[in-house]
């Protein structure tokens, strides 16, 4: 199975500031098709996750611009520019190049 | 609006059995992959099993193989998961899950449904 290791596994962050959160794959994510998959999710408290990111840099449907992800092959970073109370959350990276999808721990991100 | 809304949840003692649905709407159902994620108290997300958008072929977490059985009525719009000989660990919120393609291979999920608690206890 691919093994996701996020760093750090706690943010705590003052609203207006940058935030990153880097995600590293045991193995590239890279597909023969060109394309890489991995994922960003949000899950708020309480509610279950959302998709942020795509393919490492694509922003899902309504997913403000303060959120960027890059990285390829192996090491992959979730960016958030200027941080607000609404970000509140655990982040979490995803691989779906093998099955079994896998997941990394979390980092969860709170305001100061 | 895609909207997935899981049922079927609740307690259940270990060895026991529980059939999940996820009844799906916004989309074009057969089109699509769909999925079951799950997430114990206080942990994080485990993939558990996922079926293509046709039915014909399933994947299964090393977890639950030989247990879950995932399926799938196109004409109803909705995804079920046949549990049994349940045990404590599988005590967890499980998520319904949209994949973004027909496949479930080289695709992640891009909706997610609310969630159902499933609790293995004597």
């Known amino acids: 199975d691919i093994v996701m290791t996020q760093t750090p596994l706690s943010l705590s962050v003052t609203p207006g500031q940058p935030a990153s959160i880097s995600c590293k794959s045991s193995q590239s994510l890279l597909h023969s098709n060109g394309k890489t998959y991995l994922y960003w999710y949000l899950q708020r408290p309480g509610q279950s996750p959302q998709l942020l990111i795509y393919e490492v840099s694509s922003r899902f449907s309504g997913v403000p611009d303060r959120f960027s992800g890059s990285g390829s092959g192996t090491d992959f970073t979730l960016k958030i520019s200027r941080v607000e109370a609404e970000d509140v959350g655990v982040y979490y990276c995803?691989?779906?190049?093998?099955?079994?999808?896998?997941f990394g721990q979390g980092t969860r991100l709170e305001i100061k | 609006e895609v909207q997935l809304l899981e049922s079927g949840g609740g307690l259940v003692h270990p060895g026991g059995s529980l059939r999940l649905s996820c009844a799906a709407s916004g989309f074009t159902f057969s089109s699509y992959a769909m999925s079951w994620v799950r997430q114990a108290p206080g942990k994080g997300l485990e993939w558990v099993s996922g079926i293509s958008g046709s039915g014909g072929s399933t994947y299964y977490a090393d977890s639950v193989k030989g247990r879950f059985t995932i399926s799938r009525d196109n004409y109803k719009n909705t995804m079920y998961l046949e549990m049994n000989s349940l045990r404590a660990e599988d005590t967890a919120v499980y998520y319904c899950?949209?994949?973004?393609?027909?496949?479930?291979?080289?695709?992640?999920?891009?909706?997610w449904g609310q969630g159902i608690v499933v609790t293995v206890s004597s």
């Open positions: 995803m691989q779906a190049i093998h099955l079994p999808i896998t």
């Open positions: 899950a949209k994949y973004g393609m027909t496949t479930v291979t080289t695709t992640g999920f891009d909706y």
